[in-house]
C-alpha cells in the first residue's frame, strides 16, 4: 500500500465550479499534512499547509480528519489559472515529507 | 532573493556515460534534498542532506547513483554509468530545518535523458 495514496483525475471542471480532492495516508504517526501544486513542467510549490481545525486560504479550504487518515483540498470558484496537479504531502515530524503522486485538475472556459 | 538553482536544465546522454546534476540550495537553509520525478512513480525522495551531512539515503536507486554536498552552497548527484531508465526530471529542494510547516523550496529540475 502506498503511503499517500490520491485519486489521479484527471478532474476536468468549467470555470466556476467547486471541485474537492482528497487523499488518504497510512501512518497514523503522520504530524503534519500540506498540498502542493505543480504547474506543468514545473516545480512543485507549497500551496498550503492542513491544520487539524480545517483552514481556509481565499477559494482553498483544506480539512484533516485523523480518525479516517484523510485529507482534503476544496476549490471554490475555479479559475483556468487553477488548472494544475495538487499533490498531497505527509511528514512524519522528521525532514522528510511524503509526496502522493498527485490529482490533476484541468478547468475549462 | 534567489530561489534553488540547479544545472543543467537539460541534459542528454547516451547509456554508459557519467552523468553531474548540480545544486545551489537558497542560502541560510540548512537542508537540502534530491528527488526523482517520473510519470509512473511520482516524486521519490533519493536522498537528504542537514548541515552538509547526508541523513537518509534509503531512497537512492543503486550504487550507480551518489550525492555529495561539500559545503553549504553546493551539492552534486552523480550517475555513473547512466541507464535509460534514469530517464526523469531531478529536483533538490531546500528547506530551514526547525521552522515550522518544514516548507521545501524546489529547483527548476534537471530534465534527463539517457538514451
Known amino acids: 500500500r502506498k503511503e499517500v495514496e490520491q485519486d489521479p483525475g484527471p478532474f476536468n471542471v468549467p470555470e466556476g465550479a467547486t471541485v474537492a480532492f482528497n487523499c488518504t495516508y497510512s501512518n497514523s504517526a503522520s504530524q503534519s499534512f500540506f498540498w502542493y501544486r505543480q504547474d506543468c513542467r514545473k516545480e512543485p510549490k507549497l500551496l498550503m499547509s492542513v491544520y487539524s481545525s480545517g483552514n481556509e486560504d481565499g477559494r482553498f479550504t483544506a480539512q484533516l480528519n485523523r480518525a479516517s487518515q484523510y485529507i482534503s483540498l476544496l476549490i471554490r470558484d475555479s479559475k483556468l489559472s487553477d488548472s494544475a496537479t495538487y499533490l498531497c504531502v505527509v511528514n512524519l515530524n522528521t525532514d522528510k515529507l511524503i509526496f502522493g503522486t498527485g490529482t490533476r485538475l484541468q478547468v475549462f472556459p | 532573493d534567489a530561489g534553488v538553482i540547479q544545472s543543467p536544465r537539460h541534459e542528454v546522454t547516451e547509456m554508459g556515460q557519467e552523468v553531474t546534476l548540480r545544486c545551489k540550495p537558497i542560502?541560510?537553509?540548512?537542508?537540502l534534498f534530491w528527488y526523482r520525478q517520473t510519470m509512473m512513480r511520482g516524486l521519490e525522495l533519493l536522498i537528504y542532506f542537514n548541515n552538509n551531512v547526508p541523513i537518509d539515503d534509503s531512497g537512492m536507486p543503486e550504487d550507480r547513483f551518489s550525492a555529495k554536498m561539500p559545503n553549504a552552497s553546493f551539492s552534486t548527484l552523480k550517475i555513473q554509468p547512466s541507464e535509460p531508465r534514469d530517464s526523469a526530471v531531478y529536483f533538490c529542494a531546500s528547506s530551514q530545518r526547525g521552522q515550522g510547516g518544514y516548507e521545501q523550496y524546489f529547483g527548476p529540475g534537471t530534465r534527463l535523458t539517457v538514451t
Open positions: 542560502s541560510g537553509h540548512n537542508s
